[in-house]
C-alpha cells in the first residue's frame, strides 16, 4: 500500500478501503504478505483504527495477514513500528522498498 504523502486523513481512510477490497478477492486460506510505503504520510487515531479494522475483516474472512514490511517511517512513527515490533514478530521496518520485498520474499520462502 503507498501511502507515501498522503496528508489528508479522508484520502487515507479512502486509500485503507480500497485495499481491503483488493486483498478480500484473494481465496480463503491464502496469506496476504503486505508492504505499506508511509514517507511523508499522515498518522490519526482513525486511520490506525480502520488498519485495525482491516486486519480483522480479512482475518474474518480466512485470509491471513503477515508478514508485513514498512518503509518511510520516521520520527515518532518509527518509534511506534519499533514498538509493535517486540509483539509482531512477523513485522520488518526497512529503509528500502527493494530491501522490504527482499524481506518479503524470504519470508514466503521460509
Not at 32 to 46: D, G
Request: proline letters at 2%; hydrophobic letters at 40%.
Amino acid at each position: 500500500m503507498d501511502q507515501s504523502d498522503i496528508r489528508d486523513e479522508a484520502e487515507a481512510l479512502k486509500l485503507i478501503d480500497a485495499v481491503e477490497k483488493e486483498i478480500l478477492t484473494l481465496p480463503k486460506g491464502h496469506k496476504a504478505l503486505t508492504l505499506y510505503y508511509s514517507k511523508n504520510s499522515i498518522v490519526s487515531s482513525a486511520i490506525s483504527e480502520r488498519s485495525k479494522r482491516l486486519v480483522a475483516n480479512i482475518n474474518a474472512q480466512g485470509i491471513t495477514t503477515g508478514p508485513s514490511a514498512i518503509v518511510g517511517s520516521a520520527g515518532c512513527q518509527k518509534a511506534v513500528v519499533q514498538l509493535m515490533q517486540i509483539f509482531i514478530k512477523d513485522l520488518h521496518l526497512a529503509d528500502t522498498i527493494e530491501e522490504a520485498k527482499d524481506w518479503l520474499i524470504a519470508q514466503k520462502t521460509e
